[in-house]
Structure formats: C-alpha cells, structure tokens
C-alpha cells in the first residue's frame, strides 16, 4: 500500500477515533462500514479494510454478528498497581477462595463465554479469572457438563416472560419467540449451546415450554401437536442464531468481519456471474443485498406462524393435522 494511502487510511482513522471519543459514536453505535468508507471518503476498499482493522486493534470498535461493526464498550480500569503491590484489598482480592460461591463460578463463566466464546470456557479458564485454584471449582460444580447446565439456566432466567400471555394467540408467540431470539443476540453461545436431540435440564427454560403449550393447546391443538410446533419454533430460532458464535468464531480467526470477507469474495462472484449462467443472481447482485439477522428471523417467524394459523384452522374444521 502506498504512502499516501497509509495516511489516508490514518486521518479516517483519527476522525472515527475523534467520534468515539467524544460520544458521537456512542458504544453498541454503528460505525461506518468499508462500502460507506469507501463512498464517504472516496478511498479504495483496501483503505477501508484497514481503517476498521486499526479500529479494532485499538480496541475502539468490535464486529457484532448479523449487524455490523460497532463501538466498543469502555475497557474497565485496571487495579492500580501500587495498590496491589501494597496489599490494599480491593472489591476482587476481597473475594478470597473461601468465599468462592457457586454464583461466582457461574457468573464468571458466563462473562468468559459472552466475551470469547463457548470454546474459551474451561474449568481453567474460569479459574483463573477468579484468582482461585481449579480444583477448588469441583467442590460447587461437577465437571464442565454441569458448569453449561448452570449457565444456560442462569442466562434464560434472567430475562423470564410475563405472568399472563397475551390474549391473541400470535402476540404471545411472537412475544416468547422474539424474547427467546434477544436472548440469543445477547449470548451468541446460547444457542450452539443448546440441544434439542438431548435436552439439558433447565429449569428457566420449562415456563418456556409450558407458555407455548398452553397457548397452542387452549387454541384447539392436541399436546403431540402443539409440543411438534413449539420444538419447530425453538429450533428455528436457534437454526438462525448459530450463527452468531460461528460468525463470531471466523471474525477473530480471519481478522475480517462478515461485511470484509463477502468483500473478498465479491471479485470471484462477479466474474462467474458476468458469464451469464445465472441472469436472476445477477440481477439481485447489481440491486445489492444486505442479510441481517434480525430481518431474517423476523420473515421467517411470520411465515412459520402462518403455517400455524392454518394448523388452527384445521382443528376448527374438526379436521385432524398431520403429526410426526
């Protein structure tokens, strides 16, 4: 890359970092992506990538799943190092390893998967983020299995649904599945997490099930039927919300986000489409396509609803739906 390039590169950086720090750009807030740092400031796409690469390495910006990069929260303070070296016991020293509670491990894993992933949680790992022994963790928590058991029910019940359903049977399903789906966004290891082939035993997670059931089942459908949606409207949720740690995952792998790599696959796809094997893919790649997740799931929770209304209709028929 050229000189010029660089500095280029460098003053865009400076008035991105100039509206961070200053609140323009609050944290969660997007920034500009490559494409609109490329129309707003007339640079190459190189340019760009590079803006947002130096961004990242500042540690002023982060690449969310299915929205795009955003600012960065506040990095907390670090314990003064005088302090530590004379003994002054701050909040965290306090907390010694007698007092190690089973909340603590728990919170502390949680905080570890929402930062790094599933895949950075182990038993050592959380350990050392507590400043205690691994093997002190064993006295609360049988092995890791048990740990992802306590977590996903921790995560679920802090965001629990309404005493009372909605009286429109497709308001309380949306609710309970859009309520399932921000649960999801805020811990994109929610659902990898998850089985449905061989379910956890979360207890957070049955009034889940039960809102669902009862709402299908006091509408006319039979409990096999009702419980066949509920698990079609789970997994479809979290089909979509896999997603989020993969992408997440191959963020920090590649250094590029979603946005960045489809930009180096843009070339090789243009020049298959330009042979003209594929007229209607080329017309939705000259009109441009943006996937957000969020739409996504939105769409495809209506059409799966639909599907539903007509399960309804069905029994109110008297007729009988087909069942697996």
């Not at 500009?32 to 690469?53: D, F, H, N």
């Not at 006295?139 to 909605?166: E, F, G, Q, W, Y």
């Not at 789970?234 to 997440?248: D, F, M, W």
Request: proline fraction near 6%.
């Amino acid at each position: 890359m050229s000189g010029q390039a660089v500095s280029r590169s460098g003053q865009i950086v400076g008035e991105l970092r100039r509206r961070i720090e200053t609140g323009e750009l609050a944290p969660g807030e997007r920034v500009p992506s490559t494409r609109e740092i490329t129309r707003q400031w007339g640079v190459a796409m190189a340019t760009a990538t590079k803006v947002l690469t130096e961004l990242r390495r500042e540690g002023l910006v982060r690449a969310v799943p299915g929205v795009g990069t955003v600012v960065a929260p506040p990095a907390r303070p670090a314990r003064p190092a005088a302090a530590t070296r004379r003994g002054v016991r701050s909040a965290d020293a306090s907390a010694a390893p007698s007092a190690l509670t089973l909340d603590r491990i728990v919170t502390a894993a949680i905080e570890v998967a929402d930062a790094e992933g599933l895949a950075a949680v182990s038993m050592r790992r959380v350990a050392a983020g507590l400043g205690v022994a691994t093997m002190s963790l064993y006295r609360h928590v049988t092995d890791k299995d048990d740990l992802l058991t306590r977590m996903l029910d921790t995560v679920i019940a802090r965001d629990p649904l309404p005493a009372d359903p909605p009286q429109d049977w497709r308001a309380a399903i949306e609710l309970a599945a859009r309520r399932l789906w921000d649960q999801f966004r805020r811990h994109p290891w929610l659902a990898p997490a998850l089985s449905v082939t061989r379910p956890q035993m979360v207890v957070s997670a049955l009034p889940y099930s039960e809102w669902m059931l009862s709402v299908l089942h006091s509408r006319g459908l039979d409990l096999r039927t009702a419980f066949t949606a509920h698990l079609m409207l789970l997994n479809y949720a979290r089909g979509i919300a896999v997603n989020l740690e993969s992408e997440r995952e191959a963020e920090a792998y590649s250094g590029l986000d979603s946005e960045q790599w489809m930009d180096t696959q843009e070339p090789e796809l243009l020049d298959i489409l330009a042979t003209g094997r594929f007229p209607v893919l080329s017309r939705l790649a000259t009109a441009g396509y943006d996937l957000d997740l969020d739409a996504l799931f939105e769409f495809g929770l209506q059409r799966l609803l639909d599907g539903v209304a007509a399960l309804l209709d069905q029994g109110r028929r008297g007729e009988t739906p087909c069942t697996p």
